[in-house]
DNA sequence: GTTCTAGAAC
DNA sequence: GTTCTAGAAC
């Protein structure tokens, strides 16, 4: 058989299929019959957009380049969008590749770039040039000449209105490659290999060098090795539709005229498999090209960790999932499991193949939950995960994978939608779209669901109690689908309407309409009544363990510098004479921070001996958070009865430097020589400082605080506390803030984290 | 050249 | 937590 045929163009027969230059990942050129390619560079000003492409211009391999620049495109002065529009396509049909030199964040900004791609059957390509915005801001700050005036004191200013609407390229608006570049070793990476780029040459297609998940390898080896363990099937999923079946037939075909020949004709073979991954390409873009249909991909929900018998599962599946397709239109469901020999799969199967109802609509499916579209070729919306009731990462099984695939960026969505979840509830999270899930996988909604328990090794164990357990595990599926449903009824009515599918996906639907419906009656009553039945006390076990874990985390060792807090709250008749002393109680201490971070900065020590940060706060400490707290109000308010114009918040590090539990009082305008450095901004302004608030309610509803120990929230780029406007430097930030008088953030003025003279007078009143 | 950051030492 | 300082960034 020949694997060329069947439409694929031919490649010469006297060129070798491995290219002579490979510019790192992705750099997977083939020679074929040379299409034109349009590069749309995505980034802010100053992330080197036309210096970009200058470079590849200046050290093309022969193909020949037009750069089409908005700031210079009006006779070297800045012009429209239109003007580029048109420039673009005369350069196309001149035969030349084009570089799109505007900004185009956001999507709809560059959708007509992509289109003229069509016109001339260019290949289109992203190159988001992804640097931190204090880079970018530093580099538009500080040119002299730049062609679009973007420079100076209003750079800052332009660069961050700009990333705050920021869209990364997906595959989805039409590229078939995306190039993402977060320094500027990526960035000569891009240019070598696009310079490199000789007329007669393609790259391969797909997403390439996002850091937080390794490149999807499309390369030649990737295929080889698929090849040479004949698991074609197994990675790429069984729903086997014709078009791969045939390419898994040529696939073991290929092998056997690999052995046959000895490998004498490697590079033949080589050539043959590149066009049969072409093809296998193809047959993958069929089966996700049906995007008419908003689809979910769900795992089994119970049958692993929680034991679930799978006999009983596999019905409740089947009924639930067949009576939805049946009374929705335009959707699919797809059980998805990761082996070929799945059990879940089979009885599944077997049972939906008993029943009527449009079997392309509700399918089993074996391959990575997380993968579905990369590796398996199959483009689903929204996937469930198979959830714990923290809603926490980690655990191992789906919940691990769908968490480390999304990122922590769907760690912090899934918290602004819900603390923890009930067995028998569903929660729907919108993906962010910075998360590689959403990027690579084109998934902008996760459904958190919680099943029925049966391992008495985990929280709310139903001990074989099926009737119970299958009541449950339908209520699961049950607002599974009903979460769904109401996602595949935005995605369809917004399909047409770009501007309101990227709010979507940016998560502008606000998680508190999720919130608003999960606190709904119809789930409280569920909650109700399966408290009702007798729940174990498994989940304050877990909480117990957590406890534990975070002992663990203090039991660290502290520096003798870390010491003097603990020494003053021991010891505070010691000090009582210093100046910085405020008051003394039984139960704390009041000091003035020795190097404030703002104008006004005290810290309330706990004075009880062992207790040395918020990790060990258990819910016997709760009394003291309030004390804590009652003792940083009254000085706050005094503080504000000398400057009516401060603002307050009081709070905790999830990290302190030092020993002994104590609570910061910090007026807002960080307006202190002592604020030196980005750990001390972060530390501040970050999740890293907990609101006192926030503390006592977790302490009280789960008997410990949520930390977040993660070090990264201190090396964080510097954004101002109001604005979230990023700044290049601690002097530049600084000279913001004196500045900026944009509201706090929303969330602050809740449960009045934010204290002022007005929030003080209310207060009274 | 100066400014600024980040890591080591305390 | 701070101070000191090498060296990166400008």
Redesign the pocket.
């Known amino acids: 058989m020949d694997p060329g045929e069947g439409g694929s163009p031919a490649a010469p027969s006297t060129s070798i299929a491995a290219p002579a230059f490979r510019a790192g990942p992705g750099a997977d050129t083939r020679e074929d019959a040379g299409k034109q390619v349009v590069v749309i560079l995505v980034g802010p000003p100053g992330s080197g957009k036309s210096t970009f492409a200058e470079a590849v211009m200046a050290a093309a391999a022969g193909r020949p380049w037009a750069r089409v620049c908005q700031d210079t495109i009006g006779k070297g002065k800045a012009g429209t969008k239109i003007q580029c529009l048109k420039a673009a396509a005369d350069a196309l049909k001149e035969g030349k590749s084009v570089f799109i030199d505007r900004c185009n964040l956001e999507r709809e900004q560059r959708s007509d770039f992509v289109k003229l791609g069509c016109t001339v059957q260019a290949d289109v390509h992203a190159v988001f040039l992804d640097l931190p915005a204090k880079?970018c801001i530093?580099?538009s700050v500080?040119r002299t000449s730049h062609e679009g005036n973007v420079q100076g004191g209003m750079a800052a200013m332009v660069v961050n209105r700009m990333l705050k609407n920021k869209q990364a390229p997906l595959l989805t608006e039409g590229f078939s490659r995306i190039t993402f570049c977060t320094d500027d070793d990526d960035i000569k990476k891009a240019v070598d290999m696009y310079s490199a780029l000789g007329p007669s040459h393609s790259l391969a297609s797909g997403v390439f060098g996002q850091k937080s998940k390794g490149p999807v390898q499309t390369g030649i080896m990737k295929f080889l090795k698929k090849a040479d363990t004949s698991s074609v099937n197994k990675s790429s999923g069984t729903m086997v539709t014709s078009s791969e079946r045939k390419t898994g037939q040529q696939n073991t075909t290929l092998k056997q005229e690999n052995l046959e020949a000895g490998g004498a004709c490697s590079m033949q073979v080589e050539k043959k498999l590149d066009n049969l991954k072409e093809k296998e390409e193809q047959s993958k873009e069929r089966v996700s090209s049906d995007t008419s249909l908003c689809t979910l991909a769900f795992p089994s929900i119970s049958t692993a960790d929680f034991q679930f018998d799978l006999e009983k599962a596999s019905e409740v599946i089947v009924d639930a999932a067949t009576d939805f397709v049946q009374k929705h239109d335009n959707v699919r469901l797809v059980l998805v499991d990761l082996s070929q020999k799945s059990r879940i799969l089979s009885l599944v199967k077997d049972k939906a193949a008993k029943k009527s109802f449009d079997s392309s609509r509700f399918f089993t499916f074996v391959g990575d939950i997380t993968q579905l579209h990369s590796k398996g070729g199959l483009q689903c919306n929204v996937i469930a995960n198979a959830a714990n009731w923290r809603l926490k990462p980690g655990g191992g099984g789906v919940n691990a994978a769908i968490f480390n695939a999304a990122g922590e960026a769907l760690q912090h969505a899934t918290k602004e939608c819900a603390d923890t979840l009930r067995p028998g509830n569903s929660v729907a999270v919108p993906v962010p779209s910075t998360s590689p899930l959403h990027q690579q996988e084109g998934v902008t909604h996760v459904i958190h669901v919680l099943g029925p328990n049966m391992n008495p090794m985990r929280p709310d164990c139903l001990k074989n109690d099926y009737t119970k357990g299958c009541k449950v595990l339908h209520e699961a599926y049950n607002s599974l689908f009903e979460n769904f449903a109401t996602i595949a009824q935005s995605y369809t009515g917004k399909q047409n309407d770009e501007t309101s599918s990227r709010k979507s996906a940016s998560g502008v639907i606000s998680p508190n309409d999720s919130k608003t419906k999960r606190e709904g009656s119809d789930d409280s009553e569920r909650t109700k009544k399966y408290n009702s039945m007798g729940s174990s006390d498994a989940p304050n076990q877990a909480r117990e363990e957590d406890n534990k874990k975070n002992a663990a985390v203090t039991n660290k060792t502290w520096?003798?510098?870390?010491q003097s807090l603990y020494e003053v709250a021991m010891h505070p008749e010691k000090y009582k004479n210093a100046d910085s002393i405020l008051e003394i109680s039984d139960e704390f201490v009041v000091l003035k921070d020795?190097?404030p971070k703002a104008k006004r900065h005290v810290l309330v020590i706990s004075r009880t001996d062992g207790l040395d940060s918020l990790a060990d706060v258990k819910k016997a400490h709760l009394p003291l958070l309030r004390s804590l707290h009652s003792a940083g109000l009254k000085w706050a308010h005094k503080f504000l009865e000398e400057d009516a114009s401060l603002k307050f918040r009081l709070g905790y590090?999830s990290v302190?430097?030092?020993r002994q539990l104590h609570l910061h009082v910090i007026s807002q305008d960080f307006n202190s020589p002592?604020l030196?450095?980005?750990k001390?901004w972060n530390?501040f302004t970050s999740a890293f400082f907990l609101d006192s608030v926030d503390v006592m309610d977790e302490v009280d509803q789960h008997g410990s605080a949520t930390i977040n120990p993660d070090e990264k929230l201190l090396a964080m780029e510097?954004r101002c506390h109001r604005c979230r406007s990023a700044h290049?430097?601690?002097?530049?930030l600084k000279s913001h803030i004196a500045a900026c008088k944009s509201p706090f953030p929303s969330h602050l003025l809740k449960k009045d984290k934010l204290l002022s003279a007005s929030t003080m007078r209310a207060g009274c009143s």
């Open positions: 880079v530093s580099r500080s520096g003798s510098w870390a020795l190097y590090h302190p430097s030092m002592s030196k450095n980005k001390h530390s510097l290049p430097n601690i002097p530049k």
